[in-house]
């Protein structure tokens, strides 16, 4: 690993201003994945902005409104482990505990799970030519590349997928994010406009002004009842990256849907809205949709490589169980 | 805001840290890694180096009694805060009941892999202490084994919660 300086914030605050005044900067919350890119040297940052002496960022919390705020500096354990996300939120509880292991729950934190790259095989070495760190094109794309794990959704030039699992239970919740520090003080984002598309010789996937940081993810309190469900499909039971992330959010009117989101992980360069099976999902009735529904509608769209053709199947099977999951638990 | 500067020739930075139950005062390069400045600074080479990319589970200690992976924390960030490694186990009477436990049934093969699993289980007994074999196996996840097949890692914990399972009940008897 090269060197770096070192600067320690006390807050956010000072996070933001550090970051504004030292162009390249690189905030650290976690850093579980920061640290793996820079002993493989994809990344060498000269200075680093750590977070671990920030005391103002890990709040998990109710407001008098009935929204739900979680400090970007949680970690997942502290998402699993929390007795108000278990009540409120407990499909983001029972994602944040499947993620990756206990010991990189620990110190693995909401922002920078939003935040992480992709686990592109090319990308995170530097050996591979890759487009996003300059190359004219996307080897994954290439006739012979590796695909099994690539985006099947916006796929094109690059098939990078986004592998955070709890980002689509977010997106089924309605989440928004708050972000601070720019130039325009603090904003909230919504969801979706969180990340950016990927360009061309840019590593970064979030759409954030510099000295901005994710300072907090709020879930919106609803007038009508609403049901998460959150499913995923992959090789290990533990310890291993989803191959396809599932989440739908139900809003109810008695036993009519009157809002539906569907989100996926870990099949496009950002989390991925399945509007289509929002649609499909929409208006109905919860009896029928348990009965009818397949799923199917939540791959359309999906432009897959030869290597990742399963996973428009494994999409429709994804969005069918975290249906289920929806109506049966909560 | 503080700032520790790097560089090729980068002074080195202080930091005082709590080291199984001991103040301790260390001078590092502001990148290296907690498992680095433990094993090659401070001589406690029973944290073992696996991996290096946080995929093995063999470095892990407790930071504030919370299990992490010691190559994936940078020895600044540990400033002021509790970390115990395999060598803090033992006590005046020799090894742990999990260290025992461990020797009795065989649970340690080569070894390599034992500090980070005995660091695991001491912090699941801390939380649960009769766990059930399902949370043992999904608490023990990210730790490989290539040698044992996990089983007798598994009985070696329960063995040790069994013990002081029996252990507090043998001192409410006594009024103690």
């Known amino acids: 690993m090269k060197a770096f300086r070192f600067l320690r914030p006390r807050t956010l605050a000072e996070a933001s201003e550090a970051l504004r005044r030292e162009p390249g900067a690189v905030p650290k919350a976690g850093g579980v ?79 920078g799970n939003l935040a992480q790259a992709t686990r592109c095989g090319y990308w995170r070495l530097r050996s591979f030519p890759c487009l996003l ?41 309605g989440a928004e994010i708050l972000v601070g520090g720019g130039p325009e003080g603090g904003r909230g984002l919504a969801f979706e406009a969180l990340w950016r598309a990927p360009e061309p010789g840019r590593s970064d996937v979030l759409a954030l002004e510099p000295g901005e940081l994710i300072r907090a993810v709020r879930i919106p309190p609803s007038a009508h009842p609403v049901r998460v469900g959150h499913a995923e499909v992959r090789q290990r039971a533990a310890f291993d990256w989803p191959l396809v992330t599932a989440a739908v959010g139900l809003t109810l009117d008695a036993d009519r849907i009157r809002e539906a989101r569907v989100w996926l992980g870990s099949v496009a360069p950002t989390p991925h809205r399945a509007r289509a099976a929002e649609a499909a999902l929409t208006g109905r009735r ?18 897959p490589l030869p290597g990742t053709a399963y996973k428009a199947g494994l999409v429709a099977v994804a969005a069918r169980r975290a249906l289920a999951d929806a109506l049966e638990r909560s | 805001m503080s700032e520790q500067a790097a560089g ?64 994936l924390v940078l020895g600044l960030e540990c400033e002021g805060r509790e970390i115990r490694t395999v060598e803090g186990l033992a006590g005046p009477e020799g090894p742990s009941d999990l260290q025992r436990a461990f020797a009795e049934l065989g649970a340690a093969q080569c070894g390599y892999c034992t500090p980070g699993f005995l660091l695991v289980a001491e912090h699941v007994l801390a939380r649960e202490p009769r766990p059930t074999r399902a949370q043992l196996v999904e608490e023990l996840s990210g730790n490989l084994c290539r040698c044992t097949g996990y089983l007798k890692i598994y009985e070696a914990v329960e063995r040790a919660a069994q013990r002081r399972a029996e252990g507090a009940a043998a001192e409410g008897r006594h009024g103690g």
């Open chain 2, 8 to 71: 090729p020739t980068a002074r080195r930075v202080q930091a005082t840290w709590r080291v199984n139950g001991e103040s301790v005062t260390v001078a590092f390069r502001p990148h290296r890694t907690l498992l680095e400045v433990l094993r090659e600074d401070l001589g406690l080479t029973g944290t073992k180096h696996g991996c290096e990319l946080g995929e093995c589970g063999t470095c892990t200690v407790l930071l504030d009694g919370e299990p992490v992976l010691s190559c």
């Open chain 1, 286 to 303: 919860l009896a029928e949709v348990r009965a009818t529904f397949d799923g199917r509608a939540a791959a359309e769209g999906a432009t």
């Open chain 1, 133 to 173: 760190r300059g190359a004219s094109r996307c080897p994954v794309r290439e006739p012979g590349g590796v695909q099994e794990t690539a985006g099947i959704f916006a796929n094109d030039p690059c098939a990078s997928a986004h592998p955070s699992s709890v980002a689509p239970v977010l997106g089924a919740l």
């Open chain 1, 33 to 111: 994945d920061l640290l793996d890119r820079w002993k493989e040297r994809v990344e060498e940052p000269e200075v680093v902005v750590g977070l671990c002496d920030v005391t103002d960022g890990a709040a998990l919390r109710l407001e008098e409104d009935g929204a739900l705020v979680l400090g970007a500096l949680a970690t997942l354990a502290d998402l699993a482990g929390s007795d108000l996300v278990r009540r409120f939120l407990p499909a983001l509880a029972r994602a944040a505990d499947q993620a990756a292991s206990p010991q990189i729950r620990h110190r693995a934190t909401l922002g």
